[in-house]
């Protein structure tokens, strides 16, 4: 294969399983840290963690 | 109105119910054959593209809807557009509920091909005389009433019954998906498949028939804008997360897309790349039922792979079917029927209006054909609604509300007053001006059949919203 087309496999399918995993891993942290809070009896009022996108 | 609260268990119950709903035979049988047939590399660009400014902003506003409204798509529209809006979450339930009926054939194919493919029938038999004798036969209507079953079985015990099958169908058809594309990747000659998938085509950018495609195969493969995730978001919780789960999903359907391609093509270029250009113009059927089970076949340990490949087919199908018959379920469940007697009227229409699609494979050409080009027009719809809410304000007290994990940011805004309705207009002109198949309103795949019945439901769907305005004005 040519250098472009290696270049197109990595970027596209980085893209899409990076940003899928990138996407669950946040979504992962999030949960675990609003879990966190609520053993810790804390209350929750915007959930906390924004990323601004 | 006795609906009773119905919430889903956790996040994760909610993403993979969506995941569910998403991954659909549109990611394993359609991508992988659009692909090929617009440009490879070229087309994938303007697909990543389109995730980005069709699919995800399109989610998000469903997602905002179904927790906002708490209602199916009638009563959503009606309550956040406006009671003379009614019309357009009645034309979104039309259009996924008409694909539901001829979605529960395509689930009974696969269903019929994952019993041929462990039985040892299709590595015994030609595959092109087995799909002839099938589709020739009253099977289909039987396997036709076996994944209906299915799905009104799962959709009987409501969110929680949907969330304990989603949990264990979708990381079973991620695993499914990525052991076949890491055999068909080990394949001798794979590389030309890979080579074929990703190899731009730079002029190709220019030609706008790959940024329609691209368009339509998003809409198509991520199910945004169907009032899908409209009604699974009804059942998130309070402080539930909307542009995270958005994004994951998102990107969490295209992963199984690219995975599908890349499993297709090649298996395709390291089987037979002398047949490439007649199996990827085979259509979906004539690709998965008949090329794929030959190109099994001449793999080593390829029954094995087969029997995964119609298992996660199944899987995928399945999913996908269960979100339809909820959404259908859920607006009759607003106007106050039961979970339970709602199911029962649409599996029994499901049944009774899926029939025709299962005894004629061209009936269910023409349903697909004249529903799903309807997608764009609910894509069209939520934006409208969604504008007529005020995007800006649902950005700001729904996506950016409680439980937010990720801050949405004013491009959202823009992407849905303005990119979206041009996006959905462009193409449902390109559409008409295109005329495919002829005006001819008679014919089975022409534009004259698509505006045929897009004309007599929009008319009646008109009607009744009226006739609902003024019972109202007189009470």
Request: hydrophobic share 55%.
């Amino acid at each position: 294969m040519n250098p472009v087309t290696w270049l197109m496999l990595v970027g596209v399918c980085g893209f899409v399983w990076g940003g899928f995993v990138y996407f669950l891993i946040r979504g992962m942290r999030s949960e675990a840290a609003k879990s966190s809070r609520e053993s810790e009896g804390k209350s929750d009022p915007l959930s906390g963690g924004h990323t601004e996108l | 109105m006795s609906i009773e609260k119905e919430e889903f268990g956790s996040r994760w119950g909610l993403v993979l119910a969506t995941l569910g709903m998403a991954v659909g035979t549109g990611n394993i049988w359609r991508f992988p054959r659009i692909v090929a047939s617009n440009g490879g590399g070229s087309f994938l660009i303007a697909w990543v593209v389109f995730l980005l400014i069709w699919s995800i902003p399109l989610m998000i506003v469903e997602f905002a809807f179904g927790k906002r409204a708490r209602l199916g798509t009638v009563g959503a529209f009606s309550r956040l557009a406006g009671r003379g809006h009614a019309w357009m979450g009645g034309w979104v339930a039309l259009c996924a509920t008409a694909i539901m009926f001829y979605y529960s054939v395509v689930a009974g194919w696969c269903l019929r091909y994952l019993g041929a493919s462990l039985t040892g029938e299709l590595a015994r038999q030609d595959s092109a005389a087995l799909w002839q004798s099938f589709t020739d036969s009253w099977q289909p209507a039987f396997t036709h009433l076996l994944a209906m079953l299915f799905g009104v079985g799962v959709v009987w015990f409501g969110v929680r019954g949907i969330e304990r099958v989603a949990k264990v169908l979708i990381p079973t058809l991620f695993v499914l998906v990525i052991i076949l594309a890491i055999r068909a990747v080990t394949l001798p000659g794979a590389e030309r498949g890979l080579e074929f998938l990703f190899s731009p085509q730079w002029h190709r950018l220019g030609d706008v028939r790959i940024w329609l495609e691209a368009l339509t195969q998003n809409a198509w493969d991520t199910g945004a804008g169907w009032g899908l995730i409209l009604t699974y978001a009804i059942y998130m919780g309070v402080r539930e997360d909307v542009s995270l789960n958005a994004f994951l999903i998102g990107f969490g359907n295209n992963s199984v897309s690219l995975l599908a391609g890349i499993t297709v093509l090649c298996t395709v270029f390291a089987i037979n790349p002398a047949a490439q250009g007649q199996i990827v113009g085979a259509g979906n059927e004539g690709l998965t039922f008949i090329w794929m089970p030959q190109l099994f076949e001449h793999m080593a340990g390829g029954a094995v792979f087969m029997a995964i490949f119609f298992l996660a087919l199944s899987f995928a199908a399945l999913t996908s079917l269960i979100s339809m018959l909820e959404l259908a379920s859920r607006v009759l469940m607003d106007v106050g029927l039961k979970r339970r007697e709602a199911l029962l009227w649409v599996g029994g229409a499901g049944l009774a209006f899926g029939l025709p699609s299962a005894l004629s494979i061209d009936f269910l050409h023409n349903q697909d054909w004249v529903w799903g080009v309807g997608l764009m027009l609910s894509g069209l719809f939520f934006a409208l609604a969604a504008r007529r809410f005020g995007v800006e304000r649902l950005r700001r007290e729904v996506v950016n509300g409680p439980g937010s994990d990720l801050y949405v940011g004013r491009w959202w805004v823009g992407l849905i007053s303005v990119l979206v309705p041009v996006e959905a207009i462009t193409l449902m002109v390109w559409w008409l001006w295109q005329g495919r198949g002829g005006w001819n309103p008679l014919s089975a795949s022409g534009t004259g059949t698509v505006l045929l019945q897009w004309g007599i439901a929009l008319i009646v769907l008109l009607l009744w919203n009226l006739r609902r305005l003024e019972r109202e004005v007189e009470t």
